[in-house]
Structure formats: structure tokens, C-alpha cells
């Protein structure tokens, strides 16, 4: 055994004196970091800027609604620095020239990119008013485009949103499937052309998370949170159907943005 070392109060007194110190610096450091807030940049499409939620203030053909996930998010953690870049139609190509606007110092991304490059919006009208052949022909051409184009095209997206934020966390949020099948609807596509619409929007989530997982994102899927709330559901208050104006057709209405994609982002991320 060694000999035994005997240490002065006054030693104890400096120690004591050297440790307050310390953890009086990192209650500093993190008391500003808290204080400064999260720096927050809202990018993507029409499911992130609002349409069908109403209140789109001043942003044009972009509808960025103030009942929007992102602006909620916002609203509900004081001290945030939020960017609203989303715009409705937006593609891949858009979103990535989106990213240069977000801040240098963003500390928090979020995005919904995929349903336009996958032609969303014809495979609707396609479903609408075509028969159940021309829109199960037209969803299976939309999901060999999504497994065998978009994922290059995600990654892409991705990596210039993490290269323009590199400190940035980033969440990718999914769209949801629009129709309970079988439903409560009377009128309107068949239940063949609804389960081919749902298949559409499920391929599209697998390659999404697939993407997201590979860029070191974390992906929200909001599908659970749309369950009971689709379209032709016995509560379908989430998504719009046909209505007018037409844009607003087949969005989160403002229940959706509430329920289905604040929600589950809040649940993600706090």
C-alpha cells in the first residue's frame, strides 16, 4: 500500500471554489443557448405551406398558411426564429433552391418534397375522371417513378438542405393516405380507385423514409395520425376532398395540420 496522502481544508476550499466555477460556466452556456432559441426554416410543398388550411396572408401563389405545422410549431416554442419557405407546387429541383434561403445558422429543418415530382395532382384527375383500369394504370406508373427515379432526386434534396444547414437537426414528414376503404362515402371514386390511390401515397412514405433514413434525417410519418380522420372515415376532418377552391382538394384541411402533422412533429421532436 502507498502512503497515505493528507489533504488541507484549504485545498478542499480551492476545489470547492474551482468546481462552482465550472458548473456556473455551463449553466451560463446553456442558459444562452436556451435563451436564443431554435432557429427554425419550414421548407417544402403544398402540405408544408398550408394549402386548405386558410390564412394565407401575403404569400401569393405559395399559400403559406399561418394554421400551417411549421407556424405552429413556431408559435408554441417562444424564442423561435422561424423562415417560412414552402411553397405550393413545389418540386425537388425548388426545394433545394428553397435551402438557399434558409439561415446559417438554422438549428432545426423541416420538409414534405416528393407528391409533385411523383405527378400528384394528375393521378387525381386521372382517378376522377377515368375508370378504375386508367387510374390503377396511372398510380402504377406514379410508384415506378417513385421507386426507380425519386430516390436519387430526394438524396440530392436532402444533402444541399444539410450542406446550406449542416447544424441544422433535419425532419422529412410524409403524406398521408387519403381514404378509409371501405368507407362511409356514398358517392364519389370507388373503393378499387381509393386503394390504389392509399398504395400510391404508402410507396411514396417507403421511399421517403428509405431517403431520409440514408441522409441521416429523421423522418415523422403522418399516416397513423390521419387514421379515422381520411376521407371518407367516419371523423373526416383531416383532408379535404373535392372542394372549392380546387386547390385546396385532397390537403390537410386545418384539423390536419393540427392533428395530423403538428402533432406527430411534436411528438418527434418536442
Known sequence: MGVPIRLSRRFFLR???ALG???LSTLGVT???HAAGTVYAALGDSYSSGVGAGSYGSSGS???????????????HSGTSFTFLACSGAKTGDVISQANSIPSNATLVTVTVGGNDAGFSDVIQTCTLG??????ARVNTAKTYV???LPALLTNTYNAIKAKAPGAKLVVLSYPRFYTVPGSCWVGLSDTKRTAINSGADTLASVIQSRAASAGATFVDVRPSFVGHNICSSS?????SLTWPVIESY???VAGQSGGYYAPLRNAIG
Do not use: E, I
Open 15 to 17: 476545489l470547492s471554489t
Open 21 to 23: 466555477a465550472v458548473v
Open 31 to 33: 442558459g444562452l443557448a
Open 62 to 76: 405559395c399559400y403559406r398558411s399561418s394554421n400551417a405545422y411549421g407556424q405552429l410549431w413556431a408559435n408554441a
Open 131 to 136: 375508370s378504375d383500369a386508367t387510374c390503377t
Open 147 to 149: 421507386n426507380n427515379t
Open 236 to 240: 373526416d376532418d383531416y383532408l379535404h
Open 251 to 253: 390537403h390537410p384541411t
